[in-house]
C-alpha cells in the first residue's frame, strides 16, 4: 500500500477500496467489438436493403442499431478506464485519500457534502457485469462529484463508511487503534 506523509493527516488507515481498471477494459473491448462487428454486418445489410420491403429493412436496423450502442457504450467504458486507471478509494479515520494513476487527492470528511446519485440493486441479467450494478456519486463542498460504480470493490461498504461519517458522525475506526487488530477479530474493523 502506497501511503503518503500528506495522507496521514487524515489519521489511520482503515482499508482501500481499489477499482477494477482491467475488468473496465475487458468489457470496453467486448463492447467495441459488438459494436464493430454490428456495423460490420449493419452496412452491407443497410444497402443491400435499398428500395425492398421484405425482412432485410428490421435486420439492418437492429444491427446497425447494435452496433452504434455497442461503439457508444465501449466508447464510454474506455474512456473511463483511462480517465480512472489505478482509482483507488483509501479510507482514513479523518476522511478518504482518492488515488488515480498515481496522483492521491486528501478528501476529509468535511469536504463531503454527501453521498448523492446512488443506485439501487440493478436486477437486469449480467448487470455487475457490465458495471451498472450499484452505484453512488460522492459530492463534494466544492461541487465536484467523485462517481464509484461496482467496478470499485465494496462500494456499497464504501458508501455506507462515507454516508455514517458525513451525515451520522460515525467515523472509522483504524486496525491499530482497535483492540481486535491483532487478534483478527470480528470487531477488526468498524
Same mark, same amino acid.
Given at each position: 500500500m502506497r501511503r503518503t506523509e500528506a495522507?496521514? !493527516?487524515?489519521? =489511520?488507515?482503515?482499508?482501500?477500496?481499489?477499482? *477494477?481498471?482491467?475488468?473496465?477494459?475487458?468489457?470496453?473491448?467486448?463492447? $467495441? &467489438?459488438?459494436?464493430?462487428?454490428?456495423?460490420?454486418?449493419?452496412? +452491407? &445489410? @443497410?444497402?443491400?436493403?435499398?428500395?425492398?420491403? *421484405? =425482412?432485410? +429493412? !428490421?435486420?439492418?436496423? $437492429?444491427?446497425?442499431? &447494435? =452496433? $452504434?450502442? =455497442?461503439?457508444? $457504450?465501449?466508447? /464510454? /467504458?474506455? @474512456?473511463? #478506464?483511462?480517465?480512472?486507471?489505478?482509482?483507488?478509494? *483509501? &479510507?482514513? !479515520?479523518?476522511g478518504l485519500t482518492h488515488r488515480v #494513476?498515481?496522483?492521491? @487527492?486528501?478528501? +476529509?470528511?468535511?469536504?463531503? !457534502?454527501?453521498?448523492?446519485s446512488a443506485s439501487a440493486e440493478d436486477g437486469r441479467p449480467l448487470a455487475e457485469a457490465r458495471g451498472m450494478g450499484f452505484g453512488f456519486a460522492i459530492e463534494l463542498r466544492d461541487a465536484r462529484k467523485i462517481r464509484v460504480d461496482t467496478f470499485t470493490e465494496d462500494a456499497r461498504e464504501l458508501a455506507a463508511t462515507i454516508h455514517r461519517a458525513v451525515s451520522l458522525g460515525e467515523f472509522p475506526q483504524a486496525l491499530t487503534h482497535h483492540p481486535d487488530a491483532l487478534t483478527g477479530g470480528p470487531g477488526t474493523y468498524s
Open positions: 495522507a496521514r !493527516e487524515l489519521g =489511520g488507515f482503515v482499508r482501500e477500496h481499489r477499482t *477494477d481498471g482491467s475488468r473496465r477494459l475487458r468489457l470496453a473491448g467486448a463492447l $467495441l &467489438v459488438t459494436g464493430v462487428v454490428g456495423l460490420a454486418f449493419g452496412v +452491407p &445489410v @443497410t444497402i443491400a436493403s435499398i428500395g425492398t420491403t *421484405d =425482412g432485410a +429493412p !428490421e435486420l439492418a436496423g $437492429l444491427l446497425l442499431g &447494435v =452496433g $452504434l450502442v =455497442g461503439l457508444g $457504450l465501449g466508447i /464510454r /467504458r474506455l @474512456t473511463q #478506464a483511462l480517465r480512472t486507471r489505478e482509482q483507488c478509494f *483509501d &479510507v482514513h !479515520e479523518r #494513476a498515481g496522483t492521491a @487527492t486528501l478528501i +476529509p470528511w468535511s469536504d463531503i !457534502e454527501r453521498i448523492g
